[in-house]
């Protein structure tokens, strides 16, 4: 079975911070991708970025950036000086090998205060 | 380019009453789906489709039904709503023809079942 686990429920940080967002996944397939996305107060949810399984090169885009390692099943985020304009819910993803359904861990809601 | 649509924005209905929820997408996109979101829960799939004709259930079905008449709607009916139907549900597509592509969501529809 595949499975989406994000450990931390809830992260509260001071503005400058750094925080990593920890994302572990499950799977059998040999094929697969990796998503995370960001759920502001507004309640939309805005993709970040997208992983496949045969590049574990890290990525970062500006003060965004991620860890992913298969030999841990891990795919973690790491903000870097952390904004007020952060704070939101954090979903990791995994997308099965057929390509129906995103399987989503349930959520790390970050808090940036100033 | 409007990308997914959902209406309403919001609801409340009486137990037992029926439903549905709008969807739209004009990305021209093949695969669409359901998803609700509950409180520590994360997203989980309700109903998705692969192509005009063509849905099957996902990880939460029951109390759902959904049809796929064109590309471009995916409707969801709550046949008989039950308090348990409270939540907030996201409609979302994506290109098929890309396996790897990201869901597009929707603004979602919180929905009250008393």
């Known amino acids: 079975a595949q499975k989406v686990t994000q450990a931390q429920t809830e992260i509260s940080v001071v503005e400058k911070e750094d925080v990593t967002l920890d994302c572990v996944y499950e799977?059998?397939?040999?094929?697969?991708?990796l998503f995370w996305y960001k759920q502001p107060p507004s309640g939309e949810l805005v993709f970040l970025i997208r992983?496949?399984?045969?590049?574990?090169q890290n990525e970062i885009s500006g003060r965004y950036s991620w860890n992913f390692q298969k030999s841990t099943s891990s795919f973690n985020f790491t903000i870097t000086a952390s904004q007020v304009v952060d704070s939101a819910v954090y979903f990791c993803?995994?997308?099965?090998?057929?390509?129906?359904?995103?399987?989503f861990g349930k959520g790390t809601t970050l808090s940036v205060s100033s | 380019n409007a990308g997914v649509t959902q209406t309403p924005k919001f609801q409340v209905l009486k137990t037992g009453q029926s439903m549905t929820l709008q969807c739209a997408q004009d990305?021209?996109?093949?695969?669409m789906s359901w998803y609700r979101q509950d409180p520590g829960m994360g997203l989980r799939l309700i109903h998705y489709?692969?192509?005009?004709?063509?849905?099957d259930q996902g990880e939460v079905p029951n109390g759902y039904n959904v049809s796929r008449s064109t590309t471009e709607d995916f409707p969801l009916r709550l046949l008989s709503a039950a308090p348990s139907q409270t939540s907030v549900y996201f409609c979302?597509?994506?290109?098929?023809?890309?396996?790897?592509?990201?869901?597009?969501f929707g603004n979602g529809t919180r929905l009250t079942v008393t």
């Open positions: 979302a597509s994506r290109a098929d023809s890309f396996y790897n592509s990201p869901l597009h």
């Open positions: 799977t059998r397939d040999t094929t697969y991708y």
């Open positions: 992983r496949n399984s045969f590049d574990e």
């Open positions: 993803a995994l997308f099965n090998q057929a390509g129906t359904a995103l399987i």
């Open positions: 990305m021209n996109h093949e695969y």
């Open positions: 489709s692969v192509g005009a004709g063509i849905t």
